[in-house]
């Protein structure tokens, strides 16, 4: 399976806070979905998270809300005081992003 998720430097708290945020149209979290490409703790301040993260195209209706409820997924952490979400739309989002899971829930084969 391909994936565009490059990781998050042993965080896994950062993952499982962007797991909560589900995407409305498609009952399933951004993390398994394949919206989330990157998710780390900035050099200069441990408490600033950045996010490199896609939307299944780019006029999604949900876009503006997903980002919103990302954001505010990890501003919730108590070690995290500012999370900056950057929208990419390269490599564009795609099935083979999604987990074996999320694929088989939507009956993706």
């Known amino acids: 399976m391909f994936s565009a998720f490059r990781g998050v430097g042993g965080d896994e708290s950062l993952v499982d806070a ?9 009952n399933i979290n951004i993390v398994d979905l394949g919206l989330v490409y990157d998710v780390k703790r900035s ?6 998270v950045n996010v490199s993260m896609t939307l299944t195209s780019p006029a999604c209706p949900a876009g503006p809300q997903i980002i919103t409820q990302a954001k505010m997924a990890l501003e919730r952490l108590d070690d995290v005081d500012e999370a900056s979400i950057q ?4 490599p ?18």
Request: zero cysteines; aromatic letters at 6%; a negative charge.
């Open 18 to 26: 962007l797991k909560q945020v589900i995407d409305p149209e498609l």
């Open 43 to 48: 050099d200069e301040n441990q408490a600033k």
């Open 87 to 90: 929208l990419t739309m390269s």
């Open 92 to 109: 564009p989002w795609s099935p083979e992003l999604m987990t074996d899971d999320a694929r088989d829930e939507l009956g993706i084969f």
